[in-house]
């Protein structure tokens, strides 16, 4: 798939999409919109959102969040899976992503991709989910999958601003805040809505909170979690502009903790149990356990 034919699929999506009827109901929300967080005049921090509240087809409120490039995809969260109407730059980055991950995979399959992944539309978030999951068929071991996606991700930078931003620009606190406004913007499309806050050590804005991480959401896997997201992210920022990054997933709210310029403990992350509704809890070779409340970490970590 090249990169014109992209380009050219997501202009008439564009199109579409300003003129839907999902586009002037958007009008009607009501908007509470927050563009950063800033620290108050007393020195206490001041939480502001991408918040937008929505009424349902009955009594209940139904909270969404923009998000994403440009903040213009909309997540709707309820009690049961959250809702995402991705705009039509977010769906040109997560076909992007789709296509270079796909490359990667048939790069060792001799050209070749399962015809499952006709099923999914190229724009679709749910065939990144899927060829996530082919990466862990094909690729053996989690150290030759986390290297797969990290390369993946690298080759979304051009590998020129990647030299030159190492080269010229040195870590520094302002830097890490960059790297946070850089992933709460232009990251939206891969995890869903997220906002800034402080560091925990020195209440500098480098640390980025996601709501609920949509990859998690959708994978329901412990080790995709920290194989395909987690060690990546980590890698990707390291390698591509020197910066140390840190992600912290709540596996109990689905939540996670990204904070730039500090090493920190990966002790809970990689010792994290099953799920219990994991499809493919209980299936690692050495998972004695399977299916019980007895297992003290999935099978997929290292």
């Known amino acids: 798939m090249s ?12 199109v579409h999409q300003n003129t839907s009827p ?27 959102k991408n918040f937008i509240r929505t009424e349902g087809t009955t009594n209940d409120e139904k909270d969404s969040y923009e998000y994403g490039i440009f903040g213009k995809s909309i997540a709707t969260y309820d009690s049961a899976e959250t809702s995402y109407n991705d705009s039509a730059w977010d769906k040109f980055a997560i076909a992007l992503f789709n296509a270079k991950l796909a490359g990667k995979i048939m790069e060792s399959t001799e050209g070749t991709l399962s015809s499952d992944a006709k099923k999914f539309s190229m724009f679709s978030y749910e065939r990144l989910v899927f060829l996530a999951n082919e990466v862990g068929v094909v690729f053996k071991g989690a150290d030759a999958q986390r290297k797969i996606v990290t390369e993946t991700l690298l ?19 302002w ?38 991480c949509r990859y998690l959401e959708q994978s329901g896997c412990v080790g ?75 099978w997929k970590l290292p």
């Open 224 to 298: 995709a979690c920290t194989n395909f997201c987690k060690v990546p992210t980590e890698n990707f920022f390291k390698e591509a502009f020197g910066v140390d990054a840190h992600l912290e997933p709540n596996h109990k709210d689905g939540s996670c903790v990204m904070t730039f310029g500090e090493k920190l403990s990966d002790e809970e992350a990689f010792s994290a149990p099953c799920y219990l509704a994991c499809k493919s809890r209980g299936e690692g070779p050495n998972n004695h356990h399977a299916g019980s409340a007895q297992e003290t970490k999935c």
């Open 22 to 48: 999902r586009h002037k109901r958007r009008k009607q929300i009501i908007k509470f919109r927050r563009t950063r967080a800033v620290h108050g005049d007393d020195g206490d921090f001041e939480e502001k």
């Open 175 to 212: 830097v890490d805040e960059m790297n946070a406004l850089i992933t709460v913007e232009f990251f939206g499309w891969l995890v869903g809505p997220s906002e800034r806050v402080p560091r925990e050590s020195d209440d500098v804005l480098a640390a980025v909170k996601i709501k609920k």
């Open 155 to 173: 080759e979304l930078i051009p590998e020129t601003i990647r030299i030159l931003f190492k080269k010229l620009i040195k870590p520094s606190n």
């Open 3 to 14: 990169f014109s034919t992209i380009a050219t699929q997501v202009k008439a999506l564009s």
